[in-house]
Nanobody, 115 residues
């Protein structure tokens, strides 16, 4: 069983920055890729960024050059640094891990970009 808890969301003005954190329980964290998703009202959940167990990363085109995913395996943490935020980044952000035992999700953290 893996538990994921996100934090760091909030209200920010366009052009601002936020850093999301995701704390994972369990001793399998370092073995698997970690992902950040987001879901805006009325839209499907979309993959924002992924980081492999060895630190390789990939991003959705909409966030490339603005968001950075990172992880600290010693602390069972994954982060999403979000810069140059836009109103269209407004969504609930979720961290997720896919294991042979299933996919696990956090409860989500709200990010609102508005002036």
């Amino acid at each position: 069983q893996v538990q994921l808890v996100e934090s760091g969301g909030g209200l920010v003005q366009p052009g601002g920055s936020l850093r999301l954190s995701c704390a994972a329980s369990g001793n399998i964290f370092s073995t698997y890729s970690m992902e950040w998703y987001r879901q805006a009202p009325g839209k499907q959940r979309e993959l924002v960024a992924i980081i492999t167990s060895t630190g390789g990363s990939n991003y959705a085109d909409s966030v490339k050059g603005r968001f950075t995913i990172s992880r600290d395996n010693a602390k069972n943490m994954v982060y999403l640094q979000m810069n140059s935020l836009k109103p269209e980044d407004t969504a609930v952000y979720y961290c997720s891990i896919l294991t042979p035992f299933g996919r696990y999700w956090g409860q989500g953290t709200q990010v609102t970009v508005s002036s």
